[in-house]
C-alpha cells in the first residue's frame, strides 16, 4: 500500500510526525531518502520530540555517524547519517548491524551510500520539495 504524507510548513511538522508514526506499523528500521536541504534532519528531530527525547540531545550525527537517544519510556533510538560514508566498510566498522538488530527504533538518512547493506524489511521513505517548499513523504509497505 502507498502512503504519502505532507509537510506543509515547519508549524505543522510534528503532527506530520506523529501521524507518520501511527502508519508505519512495527517498521523500526527507516531510511530517508532525499537530497541535500530535503529536512531528512529536521523530520527526524520531530519524530524524537514526539517519542519524548529531549530537544537539546538531537543533532545531526553527519560527523559521528550515529547518535544514540532516549524516549520518553526509556527507549534506545539511533539515528544515523550516511553522507560521509564512503564505503560500506565504515559502516560496519561502528557495528552498524548490532544496532539495526537491536530490535529498537533506527533512522537512517543518506541510506544510499550503504544500500547493499540495507537490510530487506527496511521502510525506505522518498521525501521530496513541493515548488510551494512544502515537503511530501512518500513511502509503501
Known sequence: MKHELTIKDLSCIDAVAREFLSRIGDHKLIA????MGSGKTTFTTAICRVLGVEDDAVSSPTFSIVNEYRTATGEPMY???????????????????????S???????????????IPEETLKVN???????????????
Open 32 to 35: 530517508f531518502y532525499a537530497p
Open 79 to 101: 539515528h544515523f547519517d550516511f553522507y560521509r560514508i564512503n564505503r560500506v566498510s565504515e559502516a560496519l566498522d561502528i557495528g552498524f548491524y548490532d544496532y539495526i538488530d
Open 127 to 141: 521525501i521530496s520539495v513541493n515548488p510551494d517548499l512544502s515537503r511530501k513523504l512518500v513511502w509503501e509497505d
Open 103 to 117: 530490535g529498537c527504533l533506527c533512522i537512517m538518512e543518506w541510506p544510499e551510500n550503504i544500500e547493499e547493506i
